[in-house]
């Protein structure tokens, strides 16, 4: 069964540093999604990606943060400058797109621990 | 704003217990209702609710959607202990890309 793939699953930074998290969504979905989980708390929304542009971004995707899918499978989440509070669980999701259809599949994860 | 709210927060039981988990919601430009078991990792998919009253079922688990007083549950009936983990509750909207808006989880221990 096609599935959603992060890499690394664990990454430690040094605050300042940049870091890119990588993401493969499901192969002939549409639409791509970035969502974080500070340690306790809900999964938040941080950006959706179509048609290569960003179609939506929440208020915590500020100018730190970028996203781009550099060729026909990645999907990647860069940080700048990395900041204690970017601690987090990070996730990517994909979603076909196809109209009525619209359950969004989660891959397993970066845990980023910024130091 | 839109607001997801699950409760309980946190819930224990043994096994064989049958548990109901509660997400109540406040949003504009409805699409679905999600549901979510969360492990050690990704957030896997449960049901997607669209409509009110038609229940949706797989196995032990079933969910239904009330719109009118806008709330779901999602039913878990003879537990095992395989079903320890974070209920997430997500909104769908229609608007833009169809961003999805979470609950803060019900955490669910079955106990032997």
């Known amino acids: 069964e096609p599935e959603v793939t992060q890499t690394p699953s664990h990454q430690v930074t040094q605050m300042g540093q940049e870091v890119i998290l990588r993401c493969v969504p499901i192969s002939n979905h549409l639409y791509f999604y970035w969502y974080r989980q500070i340690l306790g708390q809900k999964v938040e929304f941080l950006v959706s990606?179509?048609?290569?542009?960003?179609?939506?971004k929440s208020e915590i995707f500020d100018d730190q943060f970028s996203v781009e899918r550099p060729d026909g499978s990645n999907f990647t989440l860069k940080i700048r400058s990395t900041k204690l509070e970017d601690s987090a669980m990070y996730f990517c999701?994909?979603?076909?797109?196809?109209?009525?259809?619209?359950?969004?599949?989660f891959g397993p994860g970066t845990r980023l621990t910024v130091l | 704003e839109d607001k997801v709210v699950q409760s309980p927060l946190s819930l224990v039981v043994h096994e064989g217990d049958t548990v109901t988990l509660n997400c109540s919601y406040e949003?504009?430009?409805?699409?679905?209702l999600l549901w979510y078991k969360q492990e050690k990792k990704a957030p896997t998919f449960l049901f997607m609710l669209?409509?009110?009253?038609i229940e949706k079922k797989s196995g032990r688990l079933s969910s239904i959607l009330d719109k009118k007083e806008l709330f779901s549950i999602l039913n878990i009936t003879a537990t095992q202990t395989g079903d320890s983990a974070i209920y997430l509750c997500?909104?769908?909207?229609?608007?833009?890309?169809?961003?999805?808006?979470f609950g803060q989880g019900t955490r669910l221990t079955i106990n032997p």
């Open positions: 669209t409509s009110s009253g």
């Open positions: 999701a994909s979603r076909p797109g196809t109209s009525g259809v619209n359950e969004q599949f």
């Open positions: 949003v504009t430009n409805f699409r679905s």
């Open positions: 990606f179509y048609n290569n542009e960003i179609s939506e």
């Open positions: 997500a909104l769908s909207i229609i608007q833009g890309a169809q961003k999805l808006v």
